[in-house]
């Protein structure tokens, strides 16, 4: 039996990212929300995981009041219970006071767990840093990236996959991972668990003072990142002529575009000429 | 929140499942057996089925939602689980007795039978006392003789509800609606209707010959087919005037993505006036026909009558959605009525929705009636 907490957060749909162009910053009030893909994976996991060896799933997100929608498709899909934790002063949370404050919610209301699994990323900040800095709040071992899962007893082997490496590792429960997308694709949700996700259900709203937390230690007045602009990248291209002698030109693109070729074909090329 | 969800999860399925095989399966004429099988465990065959029999038990809305989405995607799939929850299985949940309820219910709602409601004859449709299937009352059943035409899910149903009369003299009063099961000697299924549109619902007629039926198979009491079968279209129709929007909306939201791609005059065509008012009127007849059939969801779930709203609703939707999906071709050009376009394919689709489950002037009786006996 295993004791699993999924962390997971609502995230504007792809397709609708407006932004506001004055303050750099997303209008989350206009976008539709989803729930985060790599989150929906991690739910898999965990309901596959619950599937083999038992016990219960706890869906928690952070969020304003209209996240709860991806707790009731969490419960849709499968989740036994969820907590939810809203409240105005921790709007604008970075990922520090963000892992802060879902851990304190943890610790108070869902102590008694074996696993907790969070996406490894979301699609709007992609900043991958809540899995991780989750695990370091609560004092437990954490890996990140995580593509398969096995309980064995009171240990857990995943294997992650990172930085082009597959590996294999090995820890003691408790601890936290981070799930990745290549695994776990995500059920469908039945339209009898909608149903029920909007009956009665074990959903647990809490604020910020039920925390036990300052409020000046949270949201956007707590985060230590601030964000000062959000732009889109602009890509600038230059037309050159070269003219001339064949020789001639070709010489003076290897003259003028060296390192570029030679990262590109991976070679020094300068060197090479040399040697 | 529900609502908004239940859309969601209908999209992502119909997009993911039915989203890359639309077209061929117009094409081949084909029936996504594969595809059924996935929405099975997901209740789309129980939509409004209670949870005792296996359904959803989902609020009519939802409903509307759940075929408008499939029918976003493809109409003839939305056709075939709309027919298959209204005029399937609505009719024995509603009339049926607690037996034929256990019998029949949880193999409708599980999806492992398909159903229908066959009504249309080569000399009936609109008038159904013009009814001339027959059936004859014997010791511990009945025999049935007649023909059914253009029987939605004709191909691939189990369980169709057969519309005949006892008395052919006497036709309203002798009517009957009766429950045939798959494998009864003397039910048979003819061969699949090329139709203009829908193609991927194998349409076929039905053929019954001396197709011998218990007597606990009588949906209701002899007499009661007008009855069962106009509360049966009542609610059909909600759910033809949903697929009517889902038709529309996609040939919404083709013409407005090709209208920012489609380049003449070193523009898109979105930036010409007589594009943008198109673009427009569509928008508002799509949205004002999906509130019409919200609203007479609401109605059905609040408990009060909504016969003339399901036709209203019907009648709207359908209209819209032949016209919209006509000037979706027109904002296409030549590529709109080209086959690798899918407004093509809508075009075709939203053609019938005028036609089944009460043509355009069967709404207008229906609605012209009710209101000349509401107002002095």
């Known amino acids: 039996m295993v004791k699993m907490i999924v962390c997971i957060k609502q995230v504007p749909m792809a397709t609708e990212l407006p932004w506001d162009a004055h303050t750099g910053t997303l209008r989350r009030d206009l976008a539709e929300g989803m729930m985060n893909p790599a989150c929906k994976h991690a739910l898999e996991a965990a309901l596959t995981m619950r599937h083999l060896h038992g016990g219960h799933v706890t869906a928690v997100t952070m969020g304003p009041p209209m996240a709860e929608e991806?707790?009731?498709?969490?419960?849709?899909?499968?989740?036994?219970?969820?907590?939810?934790?809203?409240?105005?002063?921790?709007?604008?949370?970075?990922t520090t006071v963000t892992s802060f404050a879902l851990a304190r919610a943890i610790e108070i209301f869902c102590p008694d767990f074996d696993l907790i699994l969070t996406g490894c990323h979301t699609t709007d900040s992609e900043t991958a840093q809540v899995g991780p800095q989750l695990a370091e709040e609560l004092n437990i071992p954490g890996i990140a990236y995580v593509d398969e899962m096995e309980v064995r007893d009171r240990s857990i082997r995943v294997r992650r996959f990172s930085d082009n490496f597959l590996e294999t590792l090995e820890t003691d429960l408790p601890c936290l991972l981070t799930v990745n997308t290549l695994h776990h694709s995500p059920r469908y949700v039945p339209l009898s668990g909608l149903q029920d996700a909007f009956g009665e259900v074990n959903l647990l709203t809490v604020k910020a003072s039920d925390l036990g937390i300052d409020p000046e230690s949270v949201g956007i007045k707590g985060s230590p990142t601030k964000i000062l602009n959000v732009f889109a990248p602009r890509a600038e291209k230059e037309n050159i002529v070269l003219k001339g002698a064949p020789k001639k030109i070709v010489e003076e693109i290897f003259e003028r575009f060296d390192t570029k070729i030679s990262g590109i074909i991976k070679k020094d090329i300068k060197r090479e000429g040399q040697g | 929140m529900k609502h908004k969800l239940v859309r969601k999860a209908v999209r992502e399925f119909s997009e993911a499942e039915l989203g890359p095989i639309a077209h061929d399966l117009d094409r081949d004429a084909r029936f996504p057996w594969e595809v059924v099988e996935k929405m099975r465990p997901l209740?789309?065959?129980?939509?409004?089925?209670?949870?005792?029999?296996?359904?959803?038990?989902?609020?009519?809305?939802?409903?509307?939602?759940?075929?408008?989405?499939?029918?976003?995607?493809?109409g003839a799939m939305g056709l075939c689980v709309t027919v298959h929850n209204s005029v399937g299985v609505y009719p024995i949940l509603k009339f049926g007795t607690e037996d034929q309820r256990d019998r029949f219910v949880p193999r409708l709602a599980s999806g492992e039978i398909i159903g229908a409601f066959c009504l249309t004859e080569a000399n009936a449709g609109s008038d159904a006392a013009g009814v001339e299937t027959h059936a004859v009352q014997t010791r511990d059943g009945y025999v049935i003789n007649g023909t059914k035409i253009f029987v939605t899910n004709g191909g691939v149903c189990s369980l169709p509800l057969i519309f005949a009369v006892t008395d052919t003299a006497e036709p309203?009063?002798?009517?009957?609606?009766?429950?045939?099961?798959?494998?009864?000697?003397?039910?048979?299924?003819?061969?699949?209707?090329?139709?203009?549109?829908?193609?991927?619902?194998?349409?076929?007629s039905l053929f019954f010959e001396d197709c011998r039926v218990p007597g606990e198979n009588l949906l209701g009491k002899t007499g009661d087919g007008i009855k069962i079968a106009l509360a049966t279209l009542d609610t059909g129709r909600i759910g033809i005037a949903a697929q009517a929007v889902g038709i529309a909306q996609a040939a919404f939201e083709a013409s407005v993505k090709y209208s920012k791609e489609r380049q003449q005059f070193r523009k898109p065509i979105s930036?010409?006036?007589?594009?943008?008012?198109?673009?427009?009127?569509?928008?508002?007849?799509?949205?004002?026909?999906?509130?019409?059939?919200?609203?007479?969801?609401?109605?059905?779930?609040?408990?009060?009558?909504?016969?003339?709203?399901?036709?209203?609703?019907?009648?709207?939707?359908?209209?819209?959605?032949?016209?919209?999906?006509?000037?979706?071709?027109?904002?296409?050009?030549?590529?709109?009525?080209?086959?690798?376009?899918?407004?093509?394919?809508?075009?075709?689709?939203?053609?019938?929705t005028e036609i089944y489950e009460g043509t355009s002037e069967i709404q207008r009786l229906v609605i012209s009636r009710s209101v000349l006996s509401e107002l002095m």
């Open chain 1, 70 to 94: 991806v707790l009731r498709e969490a419960i849709a899909m499968g989740a036994d219970r969820c907590l939810m934790l809203s409240d105005p002063a921790l709007a604008g949370a970075d």
């Open chain 2, 271 to 352: 930036s010409f006036q007589s594009i943008q008012n198109m673009l427009a009127d569509m928008a508002v007849e799509v949205d004002a026909a999906r509130l019409l059939v919200y609203r007479v969801c609401a109605l059905k779930d609040a408990g009060k009558p909504f016969g003339k709203e399901a036709a209203m609703a019907k009648l709207y939707a359908s209209t819209v959605s032949t016209s919209v999906t006509g000037r979706a071709v027109q904002v296409h050009g030549g590529y709109g009525y080209s086959k690798e376009y899918d407004v093509e394919r809508y075009f075709r689709d939203a053609k019938v």
């Open chain 2, 43 to 74: 209740n789309f065959f129980g939509l409004q089925v209670p949870r005792k029999y296996g359904g959803a038990d989902l609020d009519s809305i939802s409903y509307a939602i759940t075929i408008e989405e499939i029918s976003r995607v493809s």
């Open chain 2, 172 to 204: 309203t009063r002798s009517a009957c609606v009766f429950i045939v099961e798959s494998g009864t000697p003397g039910y048979s299924v003819g061969e699949i209707e090329d139709l203009c549109g829908m193609r991927a619902n194998p349409v076929s």
